[in-house]
């Protein structure tokens, strides 16, 4: 069972516009969600985060939403650049629980096109 | 600090062999956290420890997977004896878990093909 999913594989986005990467989760327990980046022969690295008390958080390309009720969080960046290609993946912990964790995604193949 | 430190980044074996993999974690990091990685399920939790201690390895996928962790500056990933389907990218990543570090810091991965 994937208790976090990201379901588009790829997105294709043209540099200068907005990209969009989603991700849903399942356990209602999860209250804090991040973003990393990977890109090819690198491990992932740290994007940008939220706890659940916030729907919001913003670094400065960077802007993540989340909405409990929908149990669906969002990477919004823009402008898109070039170096922004890379595979994304949301993960989710359960920190209230004591769960020192991270769950993820499978990830999306993000391509900025010039 | 150099990061998390895994070794070797790519190992090619035949099936049967056993397989070592071997992670240095940051200083000072209490936790410690193997993934794998494969295109299907993404980002897979396989074991992670806290203070040296395995906390939870529901995530290992069978009995031919075992991890230690003898002191705060090692741990090893074994697969004996290896099949094909063992093929995927193997991460270690480590974390403070305090209240203000709550992300994990991930090494470069060791790319695991079993032939």
């Known amino acids: 069972d994937q208790q976090v999913k990201q379901n588009s594989p790829s997105l294709s986005v043209q540099e200068g516009r907005i990209s969009i990467l989603n991700c849903d989760y399942t356990n209602s327990m999860f209250d804090y969600f991040l973003w990393y980046k990977k890109y090819p022969a690198e491990g992932p690295t740290f994007l940008i985060s939220i706890s659940s008390i916030k729907d919001k958080n913003e670094d400065g390309r960077f802007t993540v939403f989340l909405n409990k009720s929908a149990k669906h969080l969002s990477l919004h960046i823009v402008p898109s650049q070039p170096g922004d290609s890379a595979v994304y993946f949301c993960a989710a912990s359960a920190q209230r629980q004591g769960a020192q964790k991270l769950v993820f995604g499978q990830g999306t193949r993000l391509t900025i096109n010039p | 600090d150099a990061g998390v430190i895994q070794s070797p980044r790519h190992e090619v074996t035949e099936m049967g062999q056993e397989v070592t993999l071997r992670c240095k974690p940051i200083s000072g990091h209490d936790y410690l956290f193997w993934y794998r990685q494969t295109m299907m399920r993404g980002l897979e939790l396989l074991i992670y420890f806290n203070n040296n201690v395995p906390i939870d390895d529901s995530g290992m996928p069978e009995d031919r997977f075992s991890a230690k962790m003898p002191n705060a500056s090692f741990s090893t990933l074994k697969i004996q004896p290896s099949e094909p389907r063992d093929s995927a990218v193997y991460f270690c990543?480590?974390?403070?878990?305090?209240?203000?570090?709550?992300?994990?810091?991930f090494g470069q991965g060791t790319r695991l093909t079993v032939v």
């Open positions: 990543a480590s974390s403070p878990w305090d209240r203000l570090n709550t992300e994990a810091f």
